[in-house]
Nanobody, 115 residues
Framework: QVQFVESGGGLVQPGGSLRLSCAAS????????MGWYRQAPGKPRELVAT???????NYADSVKGRFTISKANAKNTVSLQMNTLKPEDTAVYYC?????????WGQGTQVTVSS
């Protein structure tokens, strides 16, 4: 059974940092394009960042220069380092894996940026 499990969310003050991780199991992780998405209350889910199987990255304009996506194939994990966090970054963050016609989502982790 394929599973993606996020961790690392929490409450942080504006300007602070958090690191999210997503652990994959039950599949060959290195084949996947991995991504982080987020959904704020009352808003649609949006792309934050993706990293291809070859390591190419893509970021939403709103997080460029502040967030960094990376993956460790040997550990079956993808991470999102979030720096200089803003209140508008508050959302549930989801890990997503794509391989061909297959798409898997994690259960999400809450990130709250507030003083």
């Amino acid at each position: 059974q394929v599973q993606f499990v996020e961790s690392g969310g929490g409450l942080v003050q504006p300007g602070g940092s958090l690191r999210l991780s997503c652990a994959a199991s039950g599949t060959i992780f290195s084949f996947y394009t991995m991504g982080w998405y987020r959904q704020a209350p009352g808003k649609p889910r949006e792309l934050v960042a993706t990293i291809s199987s070859g390591g190419s990255t893509n970021y939403a304009d709103s997080v460029k220069g502040r967030f960094t996506i990376s993956k460790a194939n040997a550990k079956n994990t993808v991470s999102l380092q979030m720096n200089t966090l803003k209140p508008e970054d508050t959302a549930v963050y989801y890990c997503r894996g794509d391989y061909g016609s297959l798409t898997y989502w994690g259960q999400g982790t809450q990130v709250t940026v507030s003083s």
